[in-house]
């Protein structure tokens, strides 16, 4: 069995390390503690590397790292990674964007609360002070104050439904979504950014790049309310620090709750001085349950990278993402799986690649092809294939791509279908995204079957007779083989389709006993 190496740079949970330690195709490296120089020389083998904050992915990592396919980013921000710089050497950055999620949301709300109601303060009088003086500590009620959200992402749409909850009036700024995800929430949506200068309490959660670098500085605080609030847990630099602590002093800014700063650590940071801040050294990932998920999720994509099958939340795809729409980057991400799982399916020459969309990701399935055929081919050119070589790799081995956009399904709202044709025939799978990205295939070689497209399975084709799925489920047992979920499906032609995801793998010998069974028509098996 291949291996793919992938080193660790920094410290992860626990349970990251140890999907790592037990995939038995993976020569896991654990390099956290190892100095950066000595670093280099790790990398150099490596096919995929986890970094966090500590881990500068420069020029020199770069250089060194000559056999990586990807860099995973166990986090949001990729500051420290050189994206050009690893583009150029075609090697692909991921980063784990919702993983933190609900943690920054949840310490969003504790710093809008603290500065109504300014607990920080009032519990140093009361705790070290022991003073007891409740007249000095009144405060504001967040009802019916106006809430002003820039960035309506997964961090800052969720603060404006908790928000909505305080009853709050929000009104959100985000350019690069559709008004409705706003508007459908009870909520105003706003291009002028000046209704957004003119809320209560104003909450950034953007990315820092040029546009949004210094996005609140002195002219745009002067237009604000006397007395507003401001809160940023997403990245320092956002609003400029100096007009900040200039806002603060003249009492313009009543109160703002900071968690992130231009200079980490900022233990010498001039808005330490004021009493009218409430701050926190860049908790905003700072959960166990926030750790837990960047570990696995960071290990999971690490894993899914080295083996080719998909590289989720890739930050520099061949595709220019301000011209798409958010919803369809899953289905790229989905259509790569569909194709490595249709070419464990159907092991054999492979002579054309077939992919169609129906609704409104059929706008997209030229792009959709490319992540298709990256998947169907990874079984058979490894790790040379990628998204850039992919047409040149099809054009030199025979294979025809194809892509095409049809009607509307009247079933689901997206639904794309790949067709494999290999020298031994044709394998189709048709799927789509359910809400809150869950990949589901829904159509297998014409047989209509909802399965979660994830983990192992076994697919076994049989003649619709009595007695085959308690047969199966013996055989499974036998060979301690835990099955996660059972999906059966049947056609016109007295045939029936069971797709079986188990929590282990399964061996070619209980493979071949599941293949001697009588009824069987064809038995395979697939690991995503």
């Given at each position: ?44 083998t490596a096919d995929v590397a986890i970094t966090r904050s500590s881990t500068d992915v420069d020029d020199k990592f770069i250089a060194h790292a000559t056999n990586m ?26 980063n784990v964007p919702t993983a933190n999620t609900i943690a920054a949301v949840e310490l969003t709300m504790a710093h809008m609360l603290s500065c109504m109601r300014m ?293 689901y709202k997206n639904l794309i279908t790949v067709k494999l044709t290999t020298a031994k025939g044709t394998t189709s799978i048709s799927a789509t995204i359910f809400d ?93």
């Open positions: 069995m291949q291996k793919h190496t992938i080193v660790v740079c920094d410290h992860i949970h626990e349970a990251g390390l140890e999907m790592l330690r037990n995939d038995e195709s993976i020569n896991f490296v654990m390099a956290a503690d190892v100095d950066k120089v000595s670093l280099l020389d790790i990398i150099a396919k990807a860099i995973v980013r166990a986090g949001v921000g990729v500051d420290n990674v050189d994206i050009d710089g690893c583009s150029k050497e075609g090697i692909i950055v991921m607990f920080p303060y009032s519990h140093d009088h009361l705790k070290n002070q022991r003073i007891w003086k409740r007249e000095k500590w009144y405060g504001h009620e967040m009802k019916g104050k106006k809430l002003g959200v820039i960035g309506f992402g997964n961090i800052g749409s969720r603060v404006a439904i908790r928000s909505k909850a305080f009853e709050m009036d929000v009104i959100a700024y985000d350019p690069y979504i559709n008004a409705s995800k706003v508007t459908d929430l009870d909520m105003v949506y706003t291009k002028n950014f000046e209704d957004i200068l003119a809320c209560d309490i104003i909450t950034i959660h953007t990315p820092k790049n040029q546009e949004t670098l210094n996005m609140i500085n002195e002219a745009e605080i002067a237009k604000m309310k006397d007395g507003v609030v401001l809160i940023n847990c997403a990245r320092g630099g956002l609003y400029n620090e100096e007009a900040l602590y200039n806002g603060l002093k003249s009492g313009k800014i009543r109160f703002a709750g900071i968690d992130v700063f231009n200079k980490e650590p900022a233990t010498d940071n001039p808005l330490l001085d004021l009493d009218n801040i409430c701050v926190s050294p860049h908790l905003g990932a700072n959960t166990f349950e926030s750790q837990y998920n960047i570990g696995v999720q960071a290990a999971q994509q690490a894993i899914e990278a080295a083996k080719s099958i998909a590289f989720p939340h890739a930050m520099n795809l061949p595709i220019d993402e301000s011209k798409i729409p958010l919803f369809v980057k899953p289905f790229l991400e989905m259509g790569q799986k569909i194709g490595f799982l249709a070419s464990q399916m159907n092991k054999s020459q492979l002579l054309s690649i077939k992919v169609s969309g129906q609704g409104e990701i059929a706008e997209y399935v030229g792009s959709l092809s490319t992540f298709v055929a990256v998947g169907a081919m990874s079984q058979s050119s490894g790790d040379t294939i990628n998204y850039v070589n992919a047409e040149f790799i099809a054009q030199e081995k025979g294979i025809k791509i194809e892509s095409k956009a049809l009607s509307d399904s009247s079933v809150d990205n869950v990949f589901r295939i829904v159509e297998i070689d014409g047989f209509d079957i909802e399965v979660a497209l994830k983990g192992d399975m076994v697919l076994f084709k049989n003649s619709d007779v009595p007695g085959v799925i308690g047969s199966i489920g013996t055989i499974l047992g036998k060979n301690n083989v835990n099955i996660a979920d059972f999906s059966l499906a049947r056609n016109n032609q007295s045939q029936a389709l069971a797709v079986i995801l188990v929590d282990n793998v399964v061996s070619e010998a209980t493979l071949n006993e599941l293949s001697k069974l009588e009824a069987c028509l064809s038995v395979n098996y697939a690991r995503l």
